[in-house]
């Protein structure tokens, strides 16, 4: 028997209360929080959106010299399979907050822990164009299936420039139509 809508709500609801409830716990004796490693990030990360299932969110955390959080901000929310997220967004917010770093995090609500090559196109992306503004990167976590992954510790996280800073909105988890074409191309 599947849940219907006002029962996938409550479900929601009741996530996101597991994670704050979870959050607290973890930080309860500490006034500010640190990110000294990915593995604090990532356990920060999947106690808020491993309870995400129904949607994907995008999030990013804006970090001081140290490391501490100044903010961390829901940049974009979509559907179970994708979300759009606006690179010019995100710089709005880490100039506003005159961060040192940031820490982009998203959930797959499919459970995959794996980086899809839209989320290594768009943490590029981030790097293009924070790096000229001395804004680090510092890693990219994924929350899926029970557990998290960092493209920081996979070694896989960019630290240069390759491209000329790019602007526009990327769709996490959408296939372009030219490529969903020759898939079913090359499937007759």
Not at 28 to 42: D, L, M, V, Y
Not at 81 to 99: F, H, M, N, S, W
Request: charged content about 25%; hydrophobic content about 35%; glycine content about 6%.
């Amino acid at each position: 028997m599947d849940p219907n809508e006002k029962q996938l709500e409550k479900i929601g609801l009741l996530n996101e209360f597991i994670a704050s409830y979870n959050l607290l716990k973890i930080y309860e004796n500490n006034e500010k929080i640190t990110f000294n490693s990915s593995t604090a990030a990532g356990q920060y990360f999947y106690a808020l959106l491993s309870g995400m299932k129904d949607r994907e969110r995008f999030m990013v955390a804006f970090l001081d010299r140290s490391n501490n959080v100044i903010e961390i901000k829901t940049m974009s929310e979509g559907t179970v399979g994708q979300t759009a997220v606006y690179p010019r967004e995100i710089l709005k917010y880490a100039l506003a907050c005159d961060c040192n770093a940031v820490i982009l995090a998203h959930n797959h609500p499919g459970g995959s822990q794996n980086f899809s090559p839209e989320d290594k196109a768009l943490t590029h992306r981030i790097v293009d164009i924070f790096h000229p503004l001395e804004i680090k990167v510092l890693d990219h976590i994924i929350v899926g299936g029970g557990n998290y992954s960092s493209m920081a510790d996979r070694g896989s996280m960019p630290d240069y420039c390759k491209d000329p800073a790019n602007y526009e909105p990327v769709a996490l988890g959408a296939i372009p139509i030219a490529e969903k074409r020759n898939r079913f191309q090359n499937t007759r």
